[in-house]
Structure formats: C-alpha cells, structure tokens
T-cell receptor, first 109, second 114 residues
Framework: DAKTTQPPSMDCAEGRAANLPCNHS???????VYWYRQIHSQGPQYIIH???NNETNEMASLIITEDRKSSTLILPHATLRDTAVYYC??????????FGPGTSLSVIP | EAGVAQSPRYKIIEKRQSVAFWCNPI?????LYWYQQILGQGPKLLIQ????????DSQLPKDRFSAERLKGVDSTLKIQPAKLEDSAVYLC???FGQGSYEQYFGPGTRLTVT
C-alpha cells in the first residue's frame, strides 16, 4: 500500500477555495487515490476517489498529477461546515483503505 | 436510507472488564468493517467481513478482541479483558462490497478504560 504525506494542518478563509495537497509518490499504477473527511465527533465521510483523470462531484474536485505522485483536493467555496480532518489515502484495493493522520482544515470566518 | 447504526455511543469501564459493541450496517451492504481510532490518529482497521466471513483480521489483537457477524448482517466486537490502551473510538463501516469504492461509517462508540 502506498504511503501518503499531508500537511498536519491548514487554514482557509470562508468562501475561498481550499486546496489540500497530498503526496503519494509510492503509489502503483493500478492503485486509486481516495479522500475522506471526518468532522469532529463523527465517523469519516467519503468525498471522492480517482485513478488517473481529474474527478469532480458535488462535494469536491480531485486533481491528480500526470505522474500520479501527488494530488490536490479542492473544496471550491469552503464553508464553516467544511472544518474537519481530511484524509488522503493512496493505494490499497477498492474495499480497503489505510488512514494516516490527515490534514486538519480550519475554515475561518 | 438509514445509516450505519452503532451502540452504545459511550462506554466507561475499568481495566480487566469486558465490553461489547454492536453495529447494524446499511441494508444490503455485504462488507462490514471495524476500526479503532485513538485520539489524534486516523482510523485503524481491526477486522473486515464479507457477508459473514472474515476477509482480514491481521490487525485484530486476537488475545483480547473478538468479532462476529452472524447471518451476514449485524456485528458485535468484544474486548475481554480491556486494557488502558484500548481507550479509543470504535467505528463500524459498511459498503456494498465488490466494485464499491465508498465506505459508510457509523458515529462510533467512545470507550474509556480506567
């Protein structure tokens, strides 16, 4: 399974885009990148996943570099409710994800 | 649709006592997971079931932890005897199974061992 590296914490102004980086330089060619988030006192929530192409859904966009060694999760207009710990998971099978410590995102009014 | 249900939400026990947690996954979900989340860390997978069979229990401390998923629906996780280091949030998650990329998590059970 690939190891991922994320900054431990980030701040973002409310209404601005939040760009959360993740390095997964050891990811293999057929391993997906997943993002989950965990709001305080709740279970993690799936956000998005991707393999090679950029992906977008109603929650976020996922930009994966061409060499697949890093990715960025973009929350286009961050709100206070987006304050959470964001986990980038690089690798593993479709039904098995390994969580690291994640990035604690604080959205500031 | 109803989410993943867990009970109890909170539990305080003394070391060497036993405790059990219950999970009811989303209807129709074949895969069920139990995770342990220690404060400040990401969730760690303890055991994964596919229907009522164990797929992965490599990180389950089998000398004190046990889990079962009878009839492939509800699941229980038991700790006996508990240690101080078992203090954590125990999360249950479920997914459709093969071909599904999304796990749905319950609210967790916060266990404090004194």
């Amino acid at each position: 399974d690939a190891k991922t590296t994320q900054p431990p914490s980030m701040d973002c102004a409310e209404g601005r885009a939040a760009n959360l980086p993740c390095n997964h330089s050891t990811i293999s060619g057929n391993e997906y990148v997943y993002w989950y988030r965990q709001i305080h006192s709740q279970g993690p929530q799936y956000i998005i996943h991707g393999l090679k192409n950029n992906e977008t859904n109603e929650m976020a966009s996922l930009i994966i570099t061409e060499d697949r060694k890093s990715s960025t999760l973009i929350l286009p207009h961050a709100t206070l409710r987006d304050t959470a710990v964001y986990y980038c998971i690089g690798g593993g099978s479709y039904d098995k994800v390994i969580f690291g410590p994640g990035t604690s995102l604080s959205v500031i009014p | 649709e109803a989410g993943v249900a867990q009970s109890p939400r909170y539990k305080i026990i003394e070391k060497r006592q036993s405790v059990a947690f219950w999970c009811n996954p989303i209807s129709g979900h074949a895969t069920l997971y139990w995770y342990q989340q220690i404060l400040g860390q990401g969730p760690k997978l303890l055991i994964q079931f596919q229907n009522n069979g164990v797929v992965d229990d490599s990180q389950l401390p089998k000398d004190r932890f046990s889990a079962e998923r009878l009839k492939g629906v509800d699941s229980t996780l038991k700790i006996q005897p508990a240690k101080l280091e078992d203090s954590a949030v125990y999360l249950c998650a479920s997914s459709f199974g093969q071909g599904s990329y999304e796990q749905y998590f319950g609210p967790g059970t916060r266990l404090t061992v004194t």
